[in-house]
Structures are given as structure tokens and as C-alpha cells.
């Protein structure tokens, strides 16, 4: 509440207060001095209570409670019990007060007879006492913050922060479930739970809530299922046969109970209350006896209301207290119904209905009401009703739609024949409205109050559906739901508000249709969609204020306080005040009610309803204080006090109060608050809200009186056509979210008048955007309908409806022209809303004006004034561009308007003038261009083609060509030369093409350029764009679409583009083609699955590397060329499980497997290594299977054909002629195991009998002939290992930019290496999950080109070394590459069924080749290193010892193997490792043998003592150890060697000795044995005590008792593999010696013969 003052006005003009009372003209009100601005004020019956800014109260009138009486009355004393705190708000009942902090305390003074003031033992209260609102709910419990009070007779409400009610005092308008009054401690309205309550207000006896619709933003406010009192469920679900109903109208029978000294003939009224019998919930309830149950029934089920059903008693009454006496269904017998539907839909035209005008269908609802109750309650009424009143609409979606309300129940849900009169005479339209109206909003908002409180039918009978027969009609969105804006939500005041009212009803002041007390909240259903933005109550009447600035009224109106003739009246009806007047305050007294009014000027003006008061009246009042007044409400007083008023007068002395901001009444005064008008600023405050609720009430009108009834016409889809009619409910859905938006600013304007009158909280500030939005969008939705004629269809409908001549039309219209055609009047209407653009730029100016310049506020004024400045000259050219485009279509050839003539498309220029013509064209040739803001029109004859903008480029042909005024037109298919035919020309069509262009581009919802409004600024548009375009030229692009970047005219950079086959292309595109990396995804309609491509394409091809997965579940990975396989690849086909595994990796010409490859059959347990051609095993080749079977030698399609050798797992071995697999025929040599061998020729296949005409032979008989055959040499017939992996190598050397291997630039070979590691690194990055931090650093280091030119040094050896390692690391560099390719095709030779090991040579000397072939790609790339075997310079001092390789200062070491450049000593560290597993099993193999015996004999001569072991081996007594040093350093003495000593001599050598398994390399292994030998010499001189040189004599039995004790299982295999892949220039070094002695070792243990 509190204001910060403006900085222009003068603290004493704001906030003054007048009082008077009555009506007559002699009436002058008397001013009250305060000592600061009033910002609230309160009246009781004959006190009241002001808050003036800063937060003081003050009392005036009669305080009985006070101990002393105060002199004066009328003058106003403070209330000194507050000072300290800062009041925000106040309230005044009959006899007490209340007061609100600031931090939402509650203090209560006054009268407490009741528990009014909430606080016990005290008949009144005299100062200003604290009162806690505790919520029990928490364990400790909170005090609740509270917002505002309502205090009326004997009670007070509270509505909290939390938006819930607290009530405490005496009475059923409590709404407590209580049975003993007063109820002196706040407690919590449970009927409310999980609902917003906006604002209370509160009657002598009875309460008032205004609540605001459930509504999506409500749902996550958990539900209350249990009542807090009973226990009981509230929720309850009953099935029956073709519905189930959920009910919430539970009922706590630990409600009210009357106390004595009430009047008992109340009672049967009071306790029939619930709004559901409570026989919705599984048991009868044990709380009553049947007879009430009955009542109760019946009650509900008449809507609440009206005299019990005469005939009913018979049906209702049964045992069990429920009613049943009709048959099973819920639903009355057919006849009833249709008798009901009847009568309705007969009364239904009846405007001005007397007061019995439907009471004939009473006999129908009573047989309705008694089937009915125990089932639905009241609503099944309401549900006839809806159905009845073409209310069977399709539910529209909401964010609510989900709880499954059906489609037919909608609107207003009243039962009872007054409420259904009310709503008849509501106005005219309200019937017409039922089919569209404001469906949405009644629906949404039906539905969301039966989410919530009165409960829930989920399901109506279908039959009932089909019973009543009507057709149902489209519904269209005319109400946006909670705010049509999300952020708005909270900010903009809703209007979709119900009013709920309990307490007593004598007087009709509930507004339920009956004098009828509550217990408990009931809504008002009369009232849902009224829009109600605030409630007052008098002491028996009560007034509703709507959004549109109506005034309802209800209750007693003994004195003409309800501004109607209806007395008393039970159902809200609106007061009477003449056309044009709009009330935005009301306020209740005892008996008399004051509204405040717009009138034709900004000055509000004053309305006074009820009662006069005669001076000297109020004594003769006063009879006894603090009496209740009800008992006094005499027939004499009124003659006595003078008559009251037939309908509002309007107070005469109001027009020179000034600009009143707020009305109140109570008990029998009235009181205004007004403002001195300073600067104008209060003026300009009062004049922006008054033509804001103007305006909305002209909308309102429009929407109720024209759009509504021109949707609901039943010719009016016929009359239209889908599209116009689409576009018209388009426009009235965006009118309706504008009248909306309009609504609740109206309502907030209001609100700050009320309150705080200053600009800081203008929503049309804070807010802007939304009400720019709101109006362009529906600008623009006028405009599509203009577009399409919209107005000329509409004319028909119109004048059918309104007459010929439209007087209503012209007048909402507002029209200027002389004599308007419909057409003209419905324009001028749809186009009204948007001019209301400049009174906002106008208001808003003017309200800057009060402003000094340099202050914030101005600021703020006046930037948005500008922005609704420019939106009005934005809305204007819009309006203009729909006319212009509109009157083109209309001279435009017909038969391509119907296929151009778009909703949103707008003209921007066009040729028919021959101000463009096509360059060459013939001379009778017609063509004609336009410009769309979307497209650009290319029309001939009879055809036309129509080129999107977003993929149009126009450039100016340069002026020295032949053609002087020429344009080149680019789009994708086409290219256009045109000709302009003059400078000027040529220049506005560039400018309005490339400003449509950049438009288009721009956004679809920006405005279109019209050619009047050259903007001079020359714009471009980007020659690169994003866009999406369909191909229709035949080619290979017909019909598809692509969607991605563009680069003039052709699709350049990242895109997609799909087929309509179901072909997609995802990926980079240069030059309209697919290249670089991309995605492909075509369907395989035999197998209904996708082929799937991904990898790098080339001018449209997928070309490079890739993986292409095939429907058949194959998938290829590898290289391509002209989309063929071409290159390496792999292809595997199947799973494990299906019917055909198997892999194939190797090379692969045009889509063929020609070249050398390994194919792995898994399901015949077989593989083959050699040569194919088409798809075909050719040339040399080698078997495995997995049964042993090793074969060398031809094969031709695809067979063993030709010379061969065949080995079986026994070294059975066959040379000769084959046929077919394993299928021997004509010539050959068959060798057994044994030596023995048969010649001759044979026939048949192996494994089965062998026919077989030869010789046998038995060799060792003649030892001469035995070395030729034993010694067969394998490998003659098999691919040599250079031929192996060729295609490898060539990617690897076309990757570097060489076409054949060795002849390129080196240069250009890092350039390229530079690139692919940049743009590698680039893809990753935007993936950088993919990388691991070590990777990335690699990559970094890698992107530097090392120095590749010039002398290598040993430094530079070691760099390159270095280098070669991290580019091996990592897959984006090219040796990286060639290497990972190298290991996975090795691994899928000698792995599985290719670990034999008679393929133990071919793999070594497959390594042997990579290692040759990988050294001429290092030393193409680092052209200096010397060639294998070369040498590399020393970095000694004296140059000319540079070619000795073992300078003199070496001592015992071997030359380093760094100082001779070879590609094992480079390379090997690098491969070796990856390839160790396959190449090591190959080795254990072929050695399996020896490494038997080997072992065997490890094992036994282990079993010896140190000793022992070593007196055996004939080691020379000096050599052994005497003692040894122990474990721990600490103990110095050593420990002796026993004869019993084990594993303890030369422990260090043999520990070195064993690490020789964990090494790879041979140079690594070579150096162990060299640690070793080390270590033995070191051991040796420690017992010498002095240096000590070697013999091999003394040498050899040490070093063979190290290598027998380290235990080495598969030595045979190591020594094996360091001699096939030693170094050559190491064998005759000091290595080589060392490792000839370990082999001499592995030799000696297996011959060792042990005695």
C-alpha cells in the first residue's frame, strides 16, 4: 500500500478525505483533516478506521469499547497501541476493527462478544492486541504471514499470504467445520485447500471469497485427500454401469451444530448443506438419520435450491438412506428426458422470460431430480442443461484437458429455473454464444473449478450423448487460459475468477437461487464467466465487480441497495446505470451501496443505491450501541428515514471533488478519497485507465455482439471454406487473447488507481513486449484474412445475420466513410483494435509530460511511447500491404491466384508494366515477374514457376556487357538474365529483391517491404545462407530436399538432403555436392531395413575412408572410390550366430575383392591367405583350418587347383597335383611321419580314401635320400610378404600426396599431415568427450612440423625417434594410421584358426616387410637419414673418428645400436609390442617341443641345492659364494651358505635374467641379458675383492646355473624370436656373443643328461 510520492506532486493533495451521507441534493460532503495523505479506510456500523502514509491508524465515530469516551467523536484519534509498526492494511465489522503490519501480523480491537477480535475471555478489546495465526499443520507450529481482513457482524476472515482463508468469530459464515461458537482461535477454511483466494469480504452473516480459476500454474499444489476433521476421504469414486462418478462433495458430519439459542426453524436449512449427498462415499454416513438424508438428496439435486419435489418423498425415502427407488440406471427413464430436452430447448428462445417461464418442465425435474440423486447430484442437471443448449462441443486443449471432462458438459452449471432465467436475460447473445462463445474459457474454466471443488463427473452416459442428438460443431479457441502469456502468468491480475459465497441466506445474499443458509463455500455459478475482479458485501447484500465494469448485485434490497427493482434477489443480477457508464469501485453499506463511474469525461463520477438518511435520523438510530440490527430492521424505519432510490443516482457534488481514487460505505455513511489533480499527472493516470476499460468493453462488445455470433452461423464453413474459415477463427482466437490482455491491464490500471497511482508498476512499461506481440500478431492475422478476401466471403454471412443495413456493424465499427459496403465496415472493425496503438503512444506521452526530463520515469515514458509509435506506423504498412496485395489478386489471371494465393504472402513489386523482361526472350513470349515476400513468380502463358526466396541470389550484371540494365537471378535449378528498362528500375528491383531476400531470410514473421517505403540503407543479403529448398528438375536430385547452408545457388557446407525414396544425406556439401564427411542412410525395401554409409565423399561419391553397413546386416569398412569399395577394406558379414559368418579384410578393386586378402570363414573353420580376383580365391595361396590342416600353393576359381602342398597335424605330408579343395589328383610325393613316402599319382579326397598307383619307399634303408625330402622347405608356394598389404601402403603414400610410392615433394607430404591432424582436431573439439587430455596433448605436439631437412645428428636421431613414436600414437596422423591398419590386419591373419605354427616364417618375415616398407615412408619424409645400415655421426670431438663405430674411450659395451640407422632399431619399439601376442603364440607353438624337454629338466635339476646345483654344473669351487647379504641392510653380518641354501646364489643376475619375458623387443631383450651378465660379474668381484676378466670357460657354467634357476617357461621361444628379429649389425658385437651363450644354455639344459 504504502507510495512513493511522485517527485511533482505536493504531499497535501493526495489521499484527501470527504464524508457524507444520503443521496439528496442538499448533501455536501464534509472534509476530514489529517495529517498526511489517506490511503485506506474502513467503516463499521458507527466507527471507522483510516490508514494514513507511513503506516498510522486512526479511529473516528463511536469506540464504546475505549475506557475513556472520547470527546469528539468525529474527530479522528490514533491508535497509539500501533505506533512502531507500519500498518499496510485495515478492516472494520459492524463493531471491531483490525489492522495488518507489514510483515503480516494481525492486530484486532473492538467488540468481541462473538470472538471477532480472536481473542478469548474478553467481551471487547479495547487497544489494538496482536492475534497469531498458527498453523497446526507443522510440527512446531508457523504463524502465517496475512495479506488483508475482512471483519463483518460477529466475524472476521483472514486471507493469508499463502492465498488460503482463516476465520474465527461466531456463525455458519465462518465456513469451519465447528460446532461450538465463538471459535476464538484463527482457524483454517480446509475448503479451500489447493485453491488461490484473491480477495474476502465479509456480511453481517455472511462471507464472500473471490477465487481464481484452477488453472495449470494449480496443479502442482498437492492435493488434500483426507478431511482434517473426520478423517474421511474427500475424493470418492463410484463405478457404475457405463460411468464412473468421482466425487469431492464430501461432507463432515463433525460440521456445524446449532446452539440453543438460535432459531430452530433455521436448522432444517442448515443442516441440508452439502453441495453432494454424502452418499457418495462408500458408507451411509452414521451421523444422520435417514429422513434428512433424504432431504438431503433431493436438496442438492435441485441445484441447490427451490421448494422440495412434491411428488418425491415416496421415491427418496428408503433404509439405507440413499436414494434407490428407481431402476439401476442413473439416468431417468427415455421419456423424461426427452420431455426435458424438450421444454428446454423450447424456452430456449425466450429473451425476457416472466418469472414462471420454465416452470412447466417442473414435472420433468422432479422425476429427473429423485433418479438422479443419489447418483450425480446436482450436477446431472446442469449436465441436461449443457446438453440441451448445443453445448456438445469438442473439448479444446488446454493444460487441463488431461482429467477427462467430457466434451458436453460445459458453461454455467445452474439447475434451478431462477438461475436459468438469469442467464437468459444475462443479454441476448448469451444463448447464441453457446456453441463457440467463449467455449474455452467457460470450458477450461468449468473444468478446472470441477478439478477442484464441486465434483467431478468424469464420464457422461454415451447414451445420454446419443439421446440428445445434436451436432456437434467446432469449437474455437476464443479465451487464452491462465494468462495467454507464460511469464505474465503471475504479474497480469486474472479474470478468470469464480465467486464463492456461505453464512446466512434469509436475504438471497449467498446468490445460490434460495434463502438457504451454507456451512460451508459454495461457488456461484451464475457468475463463473463474468469476469469478477472484486467482491464487497453490505450488512445483508452482497456486489460482484467485473473486468467489463459491470456491477452485479444480490441479497436484500429493502432499500433499492442492489440498483435493481428485483427484491430480494437470490441470484446475482447486473444494477442499472445507463449505456456508457463503466464502474471500476464499489463499496457496501448497511443499506446503501456507492459505485464509482466513468462517465463521458476522465473525471470519475459517484453513484449512490439505497437508502436516504434524513439528518437527525442517526440519533433516533442509535437506540442501544452494541445491539445487533438485525432486530431493528423495522417496515417503519424506512418511511421514517425518507425513502430510498428505484435505481443508482448519480451524486451531483462528486463533479467538483476532483479525481476520486476510491468509494467506501459502511454502516450509514459514505466516504470518498480523491486526489488534487498535480501537473496533470493524476488526470493523465485517470484518463489511461478509463480509455483502457473503454476499450475493452468495445472489444468485449465486439467479441459478444459480432465475431461470436458471425463463428456460430450454420452457413458459415459452406459460405467460406476451409481456409477462409480457418483464418477467421485464427483471428478471432488472436482477438480474444487480445481482449483479454486488454482485461487485465484494464483491471490493473484499475488496481493502481485504487492503490498506489504512480508508473513504476504500469504493466504497458514493464511489460511492453507483450503487448507489441499481442497486437502484431493479430495485425497480421487480420491481414492473412484480408488477403485471401476474408471480408468480401464474410459479407454474405454478415448480412444475413445483421440485416441490410448493419446499424450495429457501423457502430462498433466506427466507420468514417459516407456509405460503407460490409465489406468496408467489417475491415474498419477487424482493423479497430489496431489503432488503439496511438492512444497508448498518446496516453503514455502524456503522462511523461508530467515528468521532469532528466528523471528516470520520463525516460521510460517515453522510450515506450515510442515503441508503440513505431508499432502503430508498423501496423499501418502492414495494413497497407495487405490491401495493395489483395487488390493485385483481384486483377491477377484466375486461374493461378487459387494456386498462388497464400495467407501470409504479400506483394512487393511486379512487371506488369514490362518494367522487367526476360534477356532473349521471343517476341510473343509472355513473362511476367513478382515479387512475394516469400517467393519470386516467374509467370508465362498458361504456367508459372515460383522460386523461394531464401534460395535466390540477384546480382547486377556489370553495365559494359551488351545488355545496359541486365540482372542476373541465380537459384539452384536456374539462372536468369533480365532486363530492366531503365537505371531507375534496375535499381529498385535489386533493392526490392534483395530486401525481401534479406526479409525472408530475416524470419517469416517480420513486415513486408512495400516499394513506397525505400529505405535508403542498401542491404545485401549474405551471399552463404541457411535455407531449405526441393529440387523438381529430373536428375539425380528430383523431388529431394535439401535443408542446410548455401552458397550461390548451390548447396555449400554442413546439410541434409533426403529423397522422397527415403534416402538421407547428413553432411558437408561443396559446390551442390556431397564432399568431406557425411552421413547416408537408403532403405532396402526387400528387407525393410537401411543401408547405412558413413564417411568421406568426393564431388558426390563417397570416396576415402568409410563405413558402409548393409541391410543384409554386412557391413564394409574401409576405402572408396567413385562410390565402389576400392582399396583396403574389411567386410563382415553376419553374426557369430547366423548362417554365415565370416570376415574378409584386403583389397578391393571396383567393388571386387581382387588383390592379396585373408578371408576367415568362421562356420567351415577355415582361412585363407593369398590372392583374389572378382570376388575369387587366384594365384598362390595359403590354408589353415582348424583342425591342422596347413595348404600352400595355387588355387583358380576360387579352388585348390594346381601344384600344392598339403601337411595334416602329424606332419603327414602330400606335394602335387590338386583339383578342388582338399581333393588330390595326378601326381605327387605322400611323406608319413616316419620318413617314409609314397609316390605315384593319386586320386580322391583327403581325409577319405585315397586311390593311390605307385611306389613305396622306405628312406632310411638308403641314407642318401633321407636330407631331400625330410627337409621340404614350406613357403615356396605362398604369397611373398613385399606382395601382402600393398593397398595399405599405397593409402598411406596417397595420403602424404604421392601417387606412387617414393615420387612426391616432400613438402607437400607435411603439408598434408598438418592439415589432417588441424581438421581432425577441429572435429574433435566440438566433441571433446571423445579425447582423452593426454591424446589432445599429443595431437598439439604433432601439429608442429619438426625439422625434416638437414645432417642428421645423433640429437636429430633421437627427435625424429621421439616424433615417431607420438605419430604412431595417435590414429588422425597418417603413420599412425598405416600402423593401426597394419596391426589389425596382422592380428586377423595370425589370430584364431591362423595360429598355426607352420605360419610361423610367414609371419616373421611379414614383419620384417612392414619394417622395410614403414623405413621408406620415414625416410621419404626425413630425406637425410642414411639408409638401412647406413651410419649416423657421433657428436665427438675429433671429426675424422667419426666411422669408428667402437671409439676408444668405450669401454666394455656394445656399439650402441642408435649409431647405425636401421629400421628395426627406429620402428620395431613402435610395432613390435602391438604385434607381441599373435607373434609370441606362433613361437610357443612351433617350439612346444623343445620347450618340453627344455622344462622338464628345469624343473628337476631345481629340485637341487645352491651347491650342489652348482659343484653339478662345474662351476670352479672360487666362484661360489660363501655367504650372502641378507634382506635387511641394518644387520650387517651376512648370512652364511649352507649346503642346504636354496634359490640364494647370484639371487640378483637371475632376477634381472626373468625380466627378459616382460621385454618386446629384441634390443630390449639383449640388453637384459646384458644386466645380467653385469650382475654376475659384479657378484664374482665382491668375492674376488679385485677385477676380474672372464673366459668362457669360467663364464659358461655361472651363467647357465642363472638361467636354470630364473625359471623361464618359454625360453625356446624368446631365443627363437631375438635371433629372427635381431638387429644385423648387432650380431657380432658384444650383444651377440652374450646372446649366443644364452642359446648355447637353452641347448645344453635340454641335453643334459642327469646322473
Known amino acids: 500500500m504504502e507510495r512513493k510520492s511522485s517527485e511533482d506532486d505536493g504531499g497535501g493533495e493526495r489521499g484527501l478525505l470527504h464524508t457524507w451521507k444520503g443521496y439528496s441534493c442538499s448533501v455536501t460532503p464534509e472534509r476530514l483533516l489529517l495529517p498526511g495523505p489517506v490511503l485506506q479506510v474502513a467503516l463499521g456500523t458507527r466507527h471507522g478506521v483510516l490508514l494514513v502514509e507511513g503506516g498510522q491508524v486512526y479511529s473516528f465515530g463511536e469506540l464504546p469499547w475505549k475506557q475513556s469516551q472520547v470527546s469528539e467523536p468525529s474527530k479522528p484519534t490514533l491508535e497509539g497501541a500501533l505506533s512502531g509498526q507500519r500498518v499496510v492494511s485495515i478492516a472494520a465489522g459492524s463493531f471491531h476493527s483490525g489492522a495488518v503490519t507489514e510483515d503480516g501480523g494481525v492486530h484486532m480491537w473492538g467488540d468481541n462478544s462473538s470472538g471477532q477480535c480472536g481473542l478469548s475471555g474478553l467481551s471487547s478489546v479495547p487497544n489494538p492486541t496482536p492475534v497469531a495465526l498458527l498453523d497446526s499443520d507443522n510440527a512446531p507450529p508457523l504463524t502465517v504471514p496475512v495479506l488483508e481482513l475482512a471483519c463483518g457482524g460477529g466475524h472476521t476472515l483472514a486471507l493469508s499470504a499463502q492465498r488460503e482463508v482463516w476465520a474465527w468469530g461466531s456463525g455458519s459464515q465462518l465456513g469451519l467445520n465447528v460446532s461450538v461458537f465463538p471459535v476464538w482461535k484463527p482457524q483454517k477454511v480446509e475448503h479451500f485447500a489447493g485453491r488461490c483466494v484473491l480477495q474476502v469480504a465479509c456480511g453481517a452473516s455472511h462471507s464472500l471469497a473471490l477465487v481464481r480459476c484452477l488453472g495449470p500454474q494449480d496443479l502442482h499444489r498437492p492435493p488434500v485427500d483426507k478431511c482434517r476433521q473426520c478423517h474421511q476421504l474427500l475424493y470418492t469414486m463410484t463405478d457404475k454401469e457405463d460411468h464412473v462418478i468421482i466425487s469431492d462433495g464430501h461432507y463432515c458430519p463433525l460440521g456445524v451444530e446449532l446452539t440453543e439459542d438460535e432459531d430452530p426453524a433455521l436448522t432444517q436449512g442448515l443442516k441440508t448443506e452439502p453441495s453432494l449427498p454424502s452418499h457418495t462415499s462408500p458408507s451411509p454416513d452414521p451421523f444422520s438419520d435417514p429422513s434428512q438424508d433424504s432431504e438431503k438428496g433431493q436438496e442438492s439435486a435441485l441445484g441447490n435450491g427451490g421448494p422440495p419435489a412434491s411428488g418425491s418423498d415416496s421415491s427418496a425415502e428408503s433404509k439405507e438412506g440413499s436414494v434407490s427407488g428407481v431402476k439401476s440406471s442413473p439416468y431417468p427413464d427415455e421419456q423424461a428426458v426427452k420431455e426435458y430436452l424438450k421444454k428446454l430447448t423450447e424456452a430456449e428462445p425466450v429473451t425476457k422470460p416472466s418469472a414462471g417461464a420454465l416452470t412447466s418442465s417442473s414435472s420433468a425435474l422432479n422425476s429427473l431430480v429423485a433418479s438422479c440423486a443419489s447418483a450425480v447430484g446436482e450436477r446431472v442437471a446442469s449436465t441436461y442443461e449443457a446438453l440441451s443448449l448445443k453445448k456438445m462441443m469438442t473439448y479444446l486443449p488446454s493444460g487441463v484437458a488431461r482429467s477427462g471432462v467430457p466434451a458436453g458438459i460445459t458453461g454455467v452449471l445452474v439447475g434451478d429455473t431462477t438461475a436459468e432465467r438469469v442467464r437468459l436475460e444475462d443479454s441476448t447473445q448469451a444463448k447464441k454464444s453457446s456453441s463457440t462463445g467463449d467455449i474455452r474459457e467457460e470450458e477450461a474454466e468449468g473444468l478446472r473449478r470441477r478439478l477442484s471443488l464441486p465434483g467431478l463427473l468424469s464420464q457422461v452416459s454415451p447414451r445420454l450423448l446419443r439421446r440428445a442428438g445434436r451436432p456437434r460443431m467446432r469449437a474455437v479457441d476464443l479465451t487464452p487460459l491462465g494468462g495467454a502469456f507464460p511469464e505474465a502468468q503471475e504479474v497480469f491480475p486474472t479474470l478468470q475468477t469464480e465467486v464463492w459465497s456461505w453464512g446466512q441466506g434469509e436475504d438471497g445474499q449467498l446468490g445460490h437461487g434460495d434463502n438457504l443458509a451454507r456451512l460451508q463455500p459454495l461457488c456461484i455459478k451464475s457468475l463463473n464467466s463474468k469476469e469478477v475482479v472484486r467482491v464487497e458485501a453490505g450488512a445483508h447484500h452482497s456486489l460482484a465487480l467485473t473486468a467489463q465494469s459491470q456491477v452485479f448485485s444480490w441479497g436484500s434490497n429493502t432499500s433499492g441497495q442492489l440498483g435493481h427493482t428485483e427484491s430480494p434477489s437470490t441470484v446475482p443480477r447486473l444494477a442499472k446505470l445507463s449505456e456508457g457508464i463503466r464502474v471500476w469501485d464499489v463499496s457496501a453499506g448497511e443499506k446503501h451501496t456507492l459505485l464509482l463511474a466513468d462517465g463521458d469525461c476522465y473525471r470519475p463520477i459517484i453513484y449512490y443505491s439505497g437508502q436516504q438518511v434524513k439528518e437527525g435520523a442517526e440519533e433516533s438510530h442509535a437506540k442501544e450501541q452494541g445491539q445487533q440490527e438485525e432486530e431493528e430492521e423495522g417496515g417503519g424505519e424506512e418511511q421514517r428515514a425518507g425513502g430510498y432510490t428505484r435505481q443508482p443516482v448519480l451524486l451531483p457534488f462528486c463533479i467538483d471533488l476532483g479525481y476520486v481514487s476510491n468509494v467506501f460505505a459502511g454502516g450509514q455513511r459514505c466516504v470518498v478519497l480523491l486526489d488534487r489533480n498535480v501537473m496533470g499527472f493524476i488526470a493523465s493516470l485517470h484518463e489511461l485507465a478509463a480509455a483502457e476499460r473503454k476499450f475493452y468493453c468495445k472489444l468485449s462488445n465486439i467479441k459478444t455482439q459480432i465475431i461470436r455470433p458471425l463463428l456460430e452461423l450454420e452457413s458459415l464453413s459452406s459460405a467460406l471454406g476451409p481456409v477462409v474459415l480457418g483464418l477467421l477463427q485464427t483471428v478471432a482466437g488472436r482477438f480474444s487473447l487480445l481482449c483479454h490482455l486488454t482485461g487485465q491491464h484494464a483491471a490493473s490500471l484499475t488496481g493502481n488507481l485504487r492503490r498506489v497511482r504512480d508508473v513504476k508498476s504500469l504493466l504497458v512499461l514493464e511489460h511492453a513486449d507483450i503487448f507489441l506481440d499481442s497486437y502484431s500478431e493479430y495485425c497480421s492475422a487480420v491481414g492473412n484474412l484480408q488477403v485471401m478476401g476474408g471480408f468480401q466471403t464474410l459479407t454474405k454471412p454478415s448480412i444475413d445475420f445483421f440485416g441490410k443495413s448493419p446499424e450495429l456493424l457501423k457502430k462498433l465499427s466506427e466507420c468514417s466513410e459516407e456509405t460503407p459496403t460490409v465489406a468496408d465496415l467489417l475491415g474498419a472493425l477487424f482493423y479497430l483494435p489496431t489503432r488503439h ?61 487459387d494456386s498462388l494465393r497464400r495467407p501470409n504472402r504479400r506483394l512487393i513489386c511486379e512487371s506488369s508494366n514490362k518494367a522487367l523482361t526476360l534477356q532473349n526472350a521471343g517476341r510473343f513470349s509472355v513473362n511476367w515477374f513478382i515479387v512475394f515476400n516469400d517467393a519470386l513468380v516467374h509467370a508465362q502463358f498458361s504456367t508459372h514457376h515460383v522460386f523461394p526466396l531464401a534460395t535466390l541470389w540477384v546480382e547486377p550484371i556489370p553495365e559494359e556487357n551488351s545488355s545496359p540494365y541486365g540482372l542476373k537471378l541465380i537459384t539452384p535449378e536456374e539462372t536468369f538474365a533480365l532486363l530492366a528498362s531503365s537505371p531507375t528500375e534496375k535499381a529498385k528491383w535489386l533493392r526490392s529483391i534483395n530486401q525481401a531476400v534479406e526479409q525472408a531470410l530475416g524470419g517469416a514473421g517480420q513486415d513486408t517491404v512495400s516499394i513506397g517505403s525505400g529505405s535508403s540503407q542498401k542491404t545485401e543479403p549474405p551471399v552463404s545462407r541457411t535455407a531449405s529448398y526441393t529440387f523438381y528438375k529430373e536428375g539425380r536430385l528430383k523431388e529431394a530436399k535439401y535443408e542446410g ?116 570363414d568362421i562356420t567351415k573353420g577355415e582361412k585363407y591367405m593369398g590372392m583374389w580376383q572378382d570376388h575369387q580365391r587366384q594365384g598362390n595361396g595359403v590354408v589353415v583350418t582348424q583342425f591342422g590342416l596347413y595348404y600352400e600353393g595355387a588355387f583358380k576359381e576360387n579352388k585348390m587347383m594346381g601344384t600344392g602342398i598339403l601337411l595334416s597335424e602329424d606332419d603327414t605330408t602330400y606335394e602335387g597335383e590338386f583339383s578342388d579343395d582338399w581333393t588330390l589328383n595326378g601326381k605327387g610325393v605322400l611323406t608319413m611321419p616316419n620318413a617314409d613316402y609314397l609316390e605315384g599319382s593319386f586320386n580322391g579326397e583327403w581325409g577319405s580314401g585315397l586311390k593311390v598307383t605307385g611306389s613305396y619307399f622306405k628312406p632310411h634303408l638308403f641314407d642318401t635320400d633321407k636330407d631331400k625330402t625330410r627337409d621340404m622347405k614350406l613357403g615356396r608356394l605362398c604369397v611373398c610378404a613385399e606382395d601382402k598389404w600393398q593397398a595399405v601402403f599405397e593409402e598411406c603414400w596417397s595420403e602424404l600426396g604421392c601417387e606412387t610410392p617414393g615420387q612426391g615433394e616432400n613438402w607437400k607430404a607435411w603439408e598434408n599431415i598438418a592439415v589432417a591432424l588441424t581438421t581432425s582436431r577441429r572435429l574433435i573439439q566440438d566433441s571433446p568427450e571423445a579425447l582423452s587430455r593426454s591424446h589432445s596433448r599429443t595431437l598439439e605436439s604433432l601439429e608442429v612440423i619438426p625439422q625434416h631437412e638437414g645432417p642428421i645428428t645423433m640429437e636429430r636421431y633421437h627427435t625424429i625417434r621421439l616424433y615417431l613414436i607420438k605419430a604412431c600414437d595417435t590414429p588422425l596422423h597418417s603413420l599412425g594410421r598405416l600402423l593401426e591398419t597394419l596391426v589389425a590386419v596382422y592380428r586377423m591373419t595370425y589370430v584364431g584358426v591362423g595360429a598355426n605354427r607352420r605360419l610361423l616364417p610367414q609371419a616373421v618375415n611379414e614383419i620384417k616387410s612392414y619394417l622395410n616398407r614403414i623405413f621408406l615412408i620415414v625416410r621419404f619424409l626425413f630425406p637425410d637419414l642414411p639408409e638401412e645400415g647406413g651410419l649416423i655421426p657421433e657428436p665427438t670431438t675429433n671429426l675424422q673418428d667419426k666411422r669408428e663405430p667402437g671409439s676408444s674411450d668405450a669401454h666394455l659395451e656394445s656399439p650402441k645400436p642408435g649409431r647405425v640407422a636401421s629400421s628395426s632399431a627406429l620402428l620395431l619399439p613402435v610395432l613390435l609390442p602391438r604385434l607381441y601376442p599373435p607373434l609370441f603364440t606362433l613361437y610357443a607353438l612351433d617350439k612346444e617341443k623343445e620347450d618340453d624337454v627344455y622344462w622338464e629338466c628345469v624343473l628337476r635339476l631345481n629340485k637341487q641345492p645352491d651347491l650342489a646345483l652348482l659343484a653339478f654344473l662345474g662351476v670352479q669351487q672360487k666362484f661360489w659364494p660363501v655367504s650372502i647379504p641378507t634382506p635387511t641392510p641394518e644387520l650387517a653380518e651376512k648370512q652364511q651358505v649352507l649346503s642346504s641354501t636354496k634359490d640364494a646364489c647370484f639371487a640378483s643376475a637371475v632376477e634381472t635374467l626373468q625380466q627378459i619375458s616382460t621385454t618386446f623387443t629384441p634390443s630390449d631383450k639383449l640388453q637384459v641379458i646384458q644386466l645380467t651378465f653385469e650382475e654376475i660379474t659384479q657378484a664374482v668381484q665382491s668375492l674376488l675383492k679385485q677385477d676380474f676378466l672372464w673366459s668362457m670357460d669360467d663364464l659358461f657354467p655361472v651363467f647357465l646355473y642363472v638361467v636354470l634357476r630364473a625359471r623361464i617357461r618359454n625360453l625356446g621361444s624368446e631365443v627363437s624370436l631375438i635371433e629372427d628379429l635381431m638387429d644385423p649389425c648387432v650380431q657380432h658385437g658384444e650383444h651377440g656373443i652374450m646372446f649366443t651363450t644364452l642359446k648355447a644354455c637353452y641347448y645344453q639344459i635340454q641335453h643334459e643328461k642327469i646322473t
Not at 552458397?1047 to 544425406?1065: E, T
Not at 569398412?1117 to 550366430?1137: A, E, I, P, T, V
Open 837 to 897: 496503438m496511438h492512444e497508448y503512444g498518446r496516453l503514455l506521452l502524456k503522462l511523461a509530460t508530467c515528468f521532469e526530463v532528466t528523471s528516470d520515469d520520463y525516460q521510460r515514458l517515453q522510450d515506450s511511447c515510442s515503441k508503440f509509435e513505431a508499432l502503430a506506423l508498423k501496423l499501418k504498412r502492414k495494413r497497407k500491404d495487405a490491401e495493395y496485395t489483395f487488390h493485385f489478386w483481384k486483377t491477377f489471371p484466375g486461374k493461378m491466384t
Open 1045 to 1160: 547452408h548455401w552458397l550461390s545457388g548451390k548447396p555449400n557446407g554442413s546439410g541434409v538432403l533426403k529423397w522422397p525414396d527415403g534416402r538421407i544425406y547428413t553432411g558437408t556439401f561443396k559446390n551442390g555436392l556431397e564432399d568431406g564427411f557425411g552421413e547416408f542412410v537408403a532403405t532396402n525395401k526387400t528387407l525393410n531395413k537401411n543401408d547405412q554409409y558413413q564417411g568421406h565423399w568426393k564431388d558426390g561419391k563417397m570416396h576415402g575412408l568409410g563405413t558402409y553397413s548393409y541391410a543384409s546386416g554386412e557391413v564394409y569398412d574401409g576405402c572408396f572410390q567413385d562410390s565402389m569399395r576400392h582399396g583396403h577394406g574389411m567386410l563382415r558379414s553376419g553374426k557369430l550366430n547366423t548362417s554365415s559368418p565370416s570376415v574378409f579384410i584386403g583389397q578391393w578393386l571396383q567393388d571386387k575383392k581382387t588383390g592379396y586378402g585373408v578371408f576367415d
